[in-house]
């Protein structure tokens, strides 16, 4: 079953804006990752954070960390059309074991 | 980057027959691959874990004799879905982990089926 659930759902925002989506999770972790899923197409690694870990850069992305909420941010700034897709949180609770997906967040960003 | 590919991407089959979908990891080895099924809208659901070299573990639920798998080689596992029906009809799509970064997989692109 999946641990984790995504907000919002869905989120439209504009060229230039930026996109916040938050995941939450039941059980402690090892590490949580951020993927992003184009429609129809394979997902694609965005950002892993360990848990020892608050907060993560990696270009326009920015993800935060909270273990005491069980909780984690994904911001994207200056977002642009082509970061219209799905983007799924995905948690591990020991080092290698399996992954377990958030609902996802369909983001659409209008031009 | 780690790349692993699907063939095929999209395949549709009568009922009743059975289909083979192919993960490979290109340019690592994948000491362990990762099957999921992803419904509409839906996120992905796990469905068997393999191995190189030693027999898959599936999830609650998922009925490995409708869901073959085999993981060959180190940079191969198959997904047979036996006697396909139309509720088999789903986005499959497999991911690779290899033995330098152990904590990320590495996803292809998926294949649809879709059973006629």
């Known amino acids: 079953s999946q641990q984790g659930e995504e907000d919002p759902q869905a989120l439209s925002i504009q060229e230039g804006e930026n996109a916040t989506m938050n995941c939450s999770y039941k059980?402690?972790?090892?590490?949580l990752q951020w993927y992003r899923q184009n429609s129809g197409r394979g997902l694609v690694h965005l950002i892993l954070?360990?848990?020892?870990?608050r907060e993560k850069h990696s270009g326009r992305l920015r993800v935060t960390l909270d273990t005491s909420k069980k909780s984690s941010s994904l911001l994207i700034t200056a977002s642009r059309a082509a970061d219209t897709a799905s983007y799924f949180c995905?948690?591990?609770?020991?080092?290698?074991?399996?992954?377990?997906f958030g609902e996802g967040t369909q983001l659409t960003v209008n031009p | 980057g780690a790349v692993v590919s699907q063939h095929p991407s999209r395949v549709i089959c009568k009922s009743g027959t059975s289909v083979k979908i192919e993960c490979r990891s290109l340019?690592?080895?994948?000491?362990?691959m990762f099957w999921y099924r992803q419904f509409p809208k839906q996120s992905l659901m796990l469905m068997a874990t393999?191995?190189?070299?030693?027999?898959?573990?599936?999830e609650q639920g998922v009925e490995k004799d409708k869901f073959l798998i085999n993981h060959a080689s180190l940079t191969l596992s198959t997904l047979t879905v036996t006697s396909a029906h139309p509720e088999d009809s789903s986005f499959y799509i497999c991911?690779?982990?290899?033995?330098?970064?152990?904590?990320?997989?590495?996803f292809g692109p998926g294949t649809r089926l879709t059973v006629l």
């Open positions: 954070i360990r848990s020892n870990e």
């Open positions: 393999s191995n190189e070299g030693s027999k898959a573990t599936y």
């Open positions: 340019d690592f080895q994948a000491t362990t």
């Open positions: 059980t402690s972790i090892n590490n």
């Open positions: 995905a948690t591990d609770k020991t080092s290698g074991s399996r992954l377990t």
């Open positions: 991911s690779a982990r290899g033995t330098s970064v152990p904590d990320t997989q590495y």
